[in-house]
């Protein structure tokens, strides 16, 4: 069965999540699953889009704060749907090309963006009895554009997500309640001894840990956390994971502290640093917070996204897994009371790891596949029924 999954490198996270549950697809069901994944604003391959993974970093800076007010000026159902009507003679026909050009027996969408045109796209261009499928990834304050109307299957992380998939009108029968998507790397070593991980990472055993992280592209005023906590001389060994920011990475390389630090560009192996921490001081990207409550780790909010991330933040203190420290010194603060008291951290870390959603990404897989045999059923995988005979052979429009 053939699968297009919608993303997009807007941050690490819609890439993390579609590849966690393509991971799964193929676990279970070995080479019957194909799956294709497209950044779809690259795929468009029309100016603005396909520099929007590029400008991503740029246009979330200056604290978020022209991203926040956009957000919150198009955060309506309303809206969405007359800006994607808006859009649509410009869009139409790359999006035709991009779903010709991947033909699936179902399409899911990683990311907010595309899915009012993915719906249309779906309607005029292919038949309507292709399943459509969104998993939304934001824990709370999840954007209206995600909750386009007309697909079959809306996957949420949390109680909080429905409640906001019903309030912009979607049935509650086709919502469903089942986590964020981590891989299964996360839960295979949910309980790998912490002495094992730091033995692996080449870390002192005895002191306790600090991991500060930004994401996949290091955002947000992760060098000056860096730094305040530096200055307070914490007994702990510091980790800084930068993901792709290289001008972050060389900075902190070069910095004079009067603490070690150990600093690291992009791992792909987040699981095992997060296992050998006592302490995640991170910005609220609902991925990484979705993994740290798989790793059972106290949090420390030092920054978050404005829209977007604001609910993961009120998420994660709520349930008494995380402490919001939105400033430099506060972060540094948060982390040295935390040191300090390890009867929290414990509290904290147990916190955590009640939200901890582990078979999501298994869970997803399985719901993907499930709408696959229904359309299966129907047409007997003949996708030519969907997207006409020559649908490969569909370069140009
Ligand atoms: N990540 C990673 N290696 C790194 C930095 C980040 O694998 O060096 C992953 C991290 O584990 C998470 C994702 O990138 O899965 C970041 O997603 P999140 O939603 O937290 O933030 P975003 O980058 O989307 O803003």
Known sequence: ????????????????????????????????????????????????????????????GMHGVPWG?????????????????????????????VLYQNPADVI?????????????????????TVPTMVVALDLVTVHAAWFAPGHDLYVVPTDEARERALACGIASEQVKVIGMPARRAFVVAKDLPQSEARTQLGLPLEEPMVLLVGGGEGMGPLKSVVCALAEKFPKAQLVVITGRNQALYEQLC???????????????????????????????????????????????????????????????????????????????????????????????????????????????ARDIWQLGLESWSTLGGDLSQYYGKDSTLFPFF
């Open 108 to 128: 899911v969408s990683f990311h907010g963006v595309p899915n009012y045109a993915l719906r249309m796209a779906r309607n005029k261009y292919i038949q309507k």
């Open 1 to 60: 069965m053939r699968f297009l999954f919608l993303f997009s490198d807007t941050g690490g996270g819609h890439r993390a999540s579609a590849q966690a549950v393509r991971n799964e697809l193929s676990r279970l069901y070995g080479d019957a699953a194909q799956v294709e994944m497209v950044d779809f604003f690259k795929a468009l391959g029309r100016w603005p889009f396909t520099h929007i993974p590029g400008w991503y970093p740029a246009m979330v």
């Open 69 to 97: 007010v956009g957000y919150h000026l198009t955060d309506r159902k309303d809206l969405v749907k007359a800006l994607s009507h808006l859009m649509w003679p410009y869009t139409a026909h790359p999006f035709r090309r």
């Open 254 to 364: 070069q910095a004079r502290l009067p603490v070690p630090l150990r600093v690291e560009s992009f791992v792909s192996n987040m699981e095992v640093w997060m296992r050998a921490a006592d302490i995640l001081v991170t910005k609220a990207g609902p991925n990484t917070l979705a993994e740290a409550f798989i790793a059972g780790l106290p949090l420390v909010l030092y920054d978050a996204i404005p829209g977007q991330e604001d609910g993961n933040v009120s998420y994660a203190v709520d349930h008494g897994a995380g402490v919001w420290a939105p400033h430099p010194d506060q972060s540094a603060e948060a982390v040295m009371a935390l040191l300090a008291d390890s009867a929290r951290r414990r509290e904290m870390a147990a916190c955590s790891r009640a939200l901890a959603r582990p078979d999501a990404a298994e869970l997803i």
